[in-house]
């Protein structure tokens, strides 16, 4: 079956204490990319990718690593994660930027 | 920059009602334009997505139409049911090129409920 999965689905972590949560795709999909979701601001790009070792900064990018070592993970890093990374996390994926573009299932992270 | 606004934000209909929900964008020259259904604290799904030659997609009792020279798009529900109740979502996608290249711009939804 196609489709995008992320880990953990949630998490509840402290404030400092890094961590990642990873998102692969079984479609051979060359495009990725991460968004959060938060009430009243909707959903907005953290970073993308357009292939393996090629990414860039989406709208909302700080305090956020992303990594593309292989074509089918691209694991979203928060080094010092603080309250306001507090969210709901979605990766996506799709075989080019402007073909449709599959959701993962969600992460709900909160910060304390 | 884009700009996508959907109207209305909140539409409560009772079952079997057909209705609209509107989707329009400051930006006329998208290549794509999707709609997606987000059940609360869920992921989005994917409901239809309009290629940038198309001008409509349905699937079953769904009907998805653009129409990118006035900037909208429109989502029509025919037969509504309560297991329709869940926020609607629009989003465009930018034509090729540049820095905004494959991100998403997205309405902040429509919150449907169908009541019985």
């Known amino acids: 079956e196609a489709q995008v999965t992320q880990n953990p689905r949630y998490l509840i972590t402290v404030t400092g204490k890094k961590l990642t949560v990873t998102c692969s795709q079984n479609m051979n999909h060359e495009y990725m990319s991460w968004y959060r979701q938060d009430p009243g601001l909707g959903l907005r790009q953290i970073y993308y990718s357009m292939n393996v070792e090629v990414t860039d900064k989406g709208d909302v990018p700080e305090g956020y690593k992303v990594s593309r070592k292989e074509k089918r993970n691209f694991p979203l890093i928060l080094e010092s994660p603080s309250p306001n990374q507090t969210s709901l996390y979605f990766c996506v994926s799709s075989g080019r930027a402007y073909n449709e573009q599959f959701f993962g299932p969600g992460t709900r992270l909160t910060v304390l | 920059k884009q700009e996508v606004t959907q109207i209305p934000a909140a539409l409560s209909v009772p079952e079997g009602e057909n209705l609209v929900l509107n989707c329009s964008f400051t930006?006329?020259?998208?290549?794509?334009l999707q709609w997606f259904r987000q059940d609360p604290g869920k992921g989005l799904t994917s409901l239809l997505l309009?290629?940038?030659?198309?001008r409509e997609q349905t699937s079953g009792r769904l009907n998805a139409s653009l129409d990118k020279s006035s900037g909208r798009s429109t989502l029509y529900i025919a037969a509504s049911q309560p297991g329709d109740s869940a926020t609607y979502l629009c989003?465009?996608?930018?034509?090729?090129?540049?820095?905004?290249?494959?991100?998403?711009?997205f309405g902040q939804g429509t919150i449907l409920t169908v009541h019985p």
């Open positions: 309009i290629q940038s030659s198309q």
């Open positions: 930006d006329s020259a998208i290549y794509n």
């Open positions: 989003a465009s996608y930018p034509n090729a090129g540049g820095t905004s290249y494959g991100k998403l711009t």
